[in-house]
């Protein structure tokens, strides 16, 4: 799992697999008429394109720590509610580059980096709990999720949506972090069975609090049911 | 399944666990900050919390027996896409509370009642059909579902939702009723695989209209796969 | 399976089953209180209606060729987020008719046009592609999908969506087509976790384009799991 695959296809465009169905591709041309329905400013001529059928926040602070080392943008963010009917998200993933060499190298370490991220999701068959952290967040927490450029950044999120409300409040009242965005089923995601909060703050609060909502979450999930499970070796 | 644990966690916060990877919770002082993002009334500093993978109907009856029997108000009532990919619904429920004594107690009597109102749903492998009855409804029902207080309301709901609609055509052919709302894949819902009517009248004739429904339903889904099963004893 | 089924429910409403647990009903005589909620035309006295857990696109060119020959027209065509967590649609798609033979007519070509349409879905465990053609559109596919009618008509379509978008890119280079429509997990679609186009042109170039973008999704296919099956015999 989890690392940028040998041509196992034949074809350039491909870069490699990841864990949560997530494949990793470029565009060195672009064709021009998907830039058109697309909006994609035209100094991108190449596209690095990283889609998954489970996960948003493992691919998000991968696609972050990938935009800190290439020169890429990211252009398109999009979730799908997916996780093969495990109450998640999927994604669809672009980033934009003028040269293919940076599109690759950015799709390169997103693929690589979701071995590591993939640690902050936990989880058994009733549900599952997600935390991720960043001591210094980049372009992409900060675009999509509410992160301050350099600062650090927390997810804080549970399925069902009830284990996901009581991870925020032991969340926040653990430390001094700030709540600068917010999901549920109904409001800010694709319908899907979370609560999530995204935090701010001092790197120390922000990891305090992100570990406490961690704490309550594998408490609930034993009562639903196996002992819950991380996808990869936790980072933080 | 379906009832209140012994605190099997060692939190205050966990009450019980019910079908359909259900969980509830309470929060005695909700965080200052979880209330502003949340928009939630000062007056409850307490709050009772649903959550689950699978189903509404179930549990928007059930909250709604709650408020009947408790000093609480639902102040979020969120479903999302979910059932584990069973094409219907999941859900979060937020009971307001000025003591948490309250919430607590209202959420028992909703974990308590999932074990009967799960008897309104039928399925098989192809599909299901839901419907839910009640001679007297409550806020829950007025608030969200389009129910009369103190009046007899009926939900009738089937996946796929071709199977649905002709419950609904039946149901309101079976007896003098009136439609209050409807939900459609693309109407109402969150892009689930469903039809449905929620319909009020007088009780005899909204729960003819029910069983009607219901019985069309059990037919059509026997063509689709195996005999449909309840997930709990039908209650009316 | 995928046929019209000699009565299986004893009910006249029935009219057969299909793949992707897709079931087909007519209503002779629609009651007022469905008809008023619904909208529809009182010109249309009877309805057919399809509806599946899994599949948009074999839906909509069976449903377009449905209506190709007999007298009915595709007044709802809406899509939910389902295919049992295979990360694509489910649907209800709703024929008006004057005579209750011309809707059954057309739920009865429909069912049977599913058995070659679910052809063109090709898959395994990690995605799928999909691929639907047609020399001449007719008024659903022009009518929801931005066919011009008369002409020739494709659908690219691929998930995880980055394969969808590598197929989109190598269809619009192999042929000289015109993207007329196109969705992504946020955009135009029920938060699945596709990336689709729609073209027109010529029959050929139609043909030419649809198929580079199958070739393609292929290929990566193979990189995420076994080797890609048809639902059914392709055919085209």
């Known amino acids: 799992a989890g690392s940028v695959d040998l041509n196992k296809c034949g074809m350039t465009e491909f870069v490699g697999t990841a864990m949560g169905d997530t494949i990793g591709l470029v565009i060195?041309?672009?064709d021009e008429s998907l830039h058109e329905i697309l909006g994609i400013d035209k100094k991108y001529r190449s596209l690095g394109i990283i889609g998954a059928r489970t996960g948003a926040g493992p691919h998000a602070i991968s696609a972050d720590?990938?935009?800190k080392a290439s020169n890429t943008e990211v252009i398109i963010f999009e979730t799908s509610n997916d996780t093969k009917g495990g109450g998640g998200h999927?994604?669809?993933i672009v980033f934009g580059a003028e040269e293919v060499s940076d599109a690759r190298r950015a799709v390169e370490i997103t693929l690589n980096s979701l071995s590591w991220a993939f640690g902050g999701?936990?989880?058994?068959?009733a549900g599952f709990l997600e935390v991720q952290y960043t001591a210094r967040a980049s372009h992409v927490l900060a675009k999509y999720f509410g992160a301050e450029l350099g600062k650090a950044w927390g997810l804080i999120n549970g399925c069902p949506a009830s284990v996901g409300m009581l991870m925020a409040d032991?969340?926040?009242k653990a430390a001094d972090v700030k709540i600068v965005k917010h999901c549920s089923p109904g409001h800010n995601t694709c319908f899907t069975s979370?609560?999530?909060?995204?935090?701010?703050?001092d790197s120390g609060a922000v990891?305090?609090?992100?570990?406490a909502g961690k704490e309550t979450a594998i408490k609930l999930l034993r009562t639903m049911g196996g002992e819950p499970e991380a996808m990869a070796k936790?980072?933080?």
Chains 1, 2, 3 share one sequence.
Request: a negative charge.
């Open 121 to 125: 999701v936990v989880g058994n068959e």
């Open 28 to 30: 060195a041309n672009l």
């Open 194 to 201: 979370e609560f999530t909060i995204f935090v701010t703050g």
């Open 207 to 211: 990891k305090q609090a992100v570990l």
């Open 234 to 236: 936790p980072y933080f």
């Open 170 to 172: 032991a969340a926040v």
């Open 65 to 67: 720590e990938a935009v």
């Open 90 to 92: 999927g994604n669809l």
